[in-house]
């Protein structure tokens, strides 16, 4: 989440940002450990978690990569920011699918975008926050880390969404649950009160406004969690 300006004055709107976070949390991780993100995530969280993601994909790994292929109608040149559903509004973070598809981007480290890695691998790695941060034995957070995820930063209307938002510490917060949706129509959804973390992943873009398969599919596990209890 990035604060927005308003008459030369900081601090009086908000916004999500698409990489500012990342780039920030990143040089934090860099200057601390001396190793960069991706290093420090293979070997601090997917190392002991087993979990086959990646943030900077290695060469041996290009085999396995699934293109991303642009909505119905458009080309590699489709590009989509938060919002919206093509790069035209000043000031919002926008990727062709020409772009995430290239060498250059795999290889890439950036904290907030560059992430390789499947739905089980996804939910495994966000499954830290559903379970108190320990997971297969592996801890990873404290349960007081978890839970700071969660203590809203912000809560107004996010002036590129153009909506009422509240977010935590990387999530947007949904009730007691917290989350967010990716490029393409990818979503993870963490709810701690059922240690439930769901991770939607697609190669198939759709457009941002009739792309509804992944909030469908959060719908239906938390159905299915009220049906197991009668």
Request: with cysteine; charged share 20%; net charge positive.
């Amino acid at each position: 989440m990035a604060h927005g300006r308003r008459r030369g004055r900081p601090g009086l709107g908000g916004c999500r940002g698409s990489l500012t976070q990342g780039f920030l949390v990143g040089e934090v991780v860099r200057r601390i450990t001396g190793r960069s993100v991706g290093e420090f995530f293979a070997a601090e969280v997917a190392g002991p978690l087993g979990a086959d993601f990646h943030i900077g994909l290695g060469a041996e790994d290009d085999p396995r990569v699934a293109l991303t292929v642009p909505p119905p109608g458009r080309d590699e040149d489709y590009a989509a920011g938060a919002g919206h559903s093509d790069a035209t509004h000043a000031g919002v973070a926008v990727l062709r699918v020409r772009d995430g598809n290239s060498l250059a981007w795999r290889r890439a480290q950036i904290p907030a975008a560059s992430g390789f890695g499947n739905a089980r691998s996804v939910a495994l790695v966000q499954s830290l926050l559903a379970c108190g941060g320990t997971v297969g034995g592996a801890r990873v957070l404290s349960p007081q880390g978890c839970a700071r995820a969660r203590e809203v930063q912000f809560d107004g209307v996010d002036r590129i969404l153009g909506m009422p938002s509240r977010y935590g510490l990387g999530y947007g917060l949904f009730g007691s649950s917290l989350g967010w949706g990716g490029w393409g129509g990818a979503l993870v959804w963490v709810d701690p009160d059922e240690r439930m973390a769901i991770a939607y992943v697609t190669n198939q873009m759709r457009e941002p406004a009739s792309d509804n398969r992944a909030v469908e599919l959060v719908m239906a596990a938390q159905e299915r969690i009220k049906g197991l209890r009668g």
